[in-house]
């Protein structure tokens, strides 16, 4: 497995990027990715009630259908637009496919943005000839810049392999920053292969890696109304994934959840005004339940984030959280390390280790081990520090 | 039932603070509350499990025993300080026993400050004679001051009735500022009362009351290793509470209702960095879970509470959070109101009322209404915004 660059792209896929006028200062946000052929689809949703018109569209869509084409627009979320957010969802797929020559339910929609606020359907549907105009197999970079909202980078990562002599090739694309939480956030994702798989392997492949990448990041612990990943396969590739215990399925296991966990960490390191990746790990636990509520109640600890943007290495508030996740653990058996650094051992802090640990929470990237001696199980979470920025961003710009 | 000046006192009780070195600056921090007589006493404490040393030794004392001395440093929380730190608050509450010539089981120790710092117990004990020198009926307000961490005022409320003709008083004494959540958090409340009644009746009525007010207040989402809510009653006056359905008894329970909401509402308002008090209601909730569970969600958004920072009426937040607050409800009834003017109704926003939106959350306190239309159940939480300051103060404070 090794990276390649995204601009070679992937054989059977098209991308587009433009500007349509949805925000207001003519940067991209109206994007499309385009197949050759129909492929294998599978898709995975916020769970949040609170669903946009173009998740509960889409989710129908991708149900039982293949998938040629996904449009996506930045800048208005299309939620909490009642029926009429539905149908300007399905009236512009409708014009698109009309444009592409397709039946309509090869077609996938997405938007992220601002919630509430009419959709500007009229706007998207005029631009939709120049952006299908703009496709080309090394356009990703364009399609990866219109679908940001608060995000100060593009998010992409692509690794390819040889599967029975053949090159096969895994490239994602995502968006994130504020919003991000377990159940992932205002993200989106955008995953293309030329693999050859059947939709039903493909939807249980994401389904678990999304567990153990997107779903284990957070950024401030809200989720969003518009979450969405979605994995294409072109299907090009000459030797087809038929079972789980095949190396072929491995392999391609291997390269989706890469391709997965880099995005996922991306998106908490470009997290609103982030300046720390703060992975958290927990380790044995009573239960996976156990494991997974302590980590994410350190990870959404407001006192725990602020503490690593001041640069403290303020191990009672991780106490603090750990004692109010509901987990089950003796407090006076509980062991935290920074960067590998014992801070606590036995529930209490270890003095002759406070310079060492004062250095190592100033690097950019922290490890958080915690340690309840009480089972088996562990878990790992992934976030960011919180701090100014991000205050000033979502204090000052509406969603 | 009307407000007393503090400074009057309550029949039986006496208090003092002083500076005790603990905190660097020379502020009060160590405080004592002392009684004539033993008192009916009843506590609550965090849910946290990692519980601070004072918490567990005062959980133990006031289960079955009658209070007569309560004893408080800020400063440090004596947490996190393992068999010592235990040790530490039975050797001060055992000096002051001494010196106050009681048994050791009727002081009730508390400390909140910094978490995993050796308790300054020599510092404490050599303080107490002047400690004990300092007490008046007259300086609770000294006692207020003591008990402070990040607080940046007293917070103090009293509230005089007749029984029988014969006056009665109930005066608080509170401290909050951050990590306040549900399940209390670094929050201390110290509750006299000359009242006469039984502790098992008091105990139930703090329980219930406890529910209704510090259980219902969230600045920040964290939960202290430190919480504790105290209520000492003196029993000077003369009509005994015998029963739930007596008169007596409703006035009473009035009385420390009001003073226990007042008190909550002060460390809302004084919550770390707050500039707002927002105070939500959801309402026609299908059950007392989701109503308690939707507010919540929504009091502890950190896109919601800096979207108020931010005086942005921004609704849309709100319908995210209560989407993944795991109520049920149908996201196309909803509607919300902010000070009782509607911003949404069947889900979707109202234009027309934009501009008196816009005006409504420049103000300092906004009551936010969410009609969830799917049953009759309803709730109440007080919280405040995310502000810049918020993250100031706990960036640079080592809780």
Redesign the interface.
Known sequence: MERFPIKQGVPGFKFAGIPAGIKDDSVKDLGLIFAEHPCSAAAVFT?????AAPVLVCAEKTKNNSIQAVLVNSGN?N????QQGIKDTHKTSDTLALELDLKSTLIAPFSTG????KFPTQRIIKRLPELIKNLSAQNSKDFAESILTTDTCIKTSAFKDTINGEPVKVLGIAKGS??I?P?MATMLAFIVTDISIEKKSLKSLLKEINEETFNMISV??????NDSVIVLSSNMSKTPITNKCSKTYDTFKKMLHQVMMELAEMIVKDGEGATKLIKITVKNAKTDSDAKKAAMQVA????VK??F??E?F????I??????SGA??D??RVALFFNKIAA?Q????IEKNILRLKKTVKKSEIDLLIDLKNGEKSCGVSTCD???E???I???Y??
């Not at 769970?47 to 669903?51: D, E």
């Not at 601002?114 to 606020?117: A, E, M, R």
């Open positions: 769970k949040n009630s609170v669903k979320a939620a909490c637009t009642g601002v919630i509430g606020v504020g919003m939480m159940n401030d612990g809200d989720m969003s109304t959404n600890s407001c006192l602020t503490a943007f001041g403290d303020n191990w009672g508030r106490m603090g959280a750990l004692g109010s089950s653990f407090m006076n606590v036995n529930g209490q802090g919180l701090s100014y991000y205050v000033r979502n204090a000052d509406t969603t």
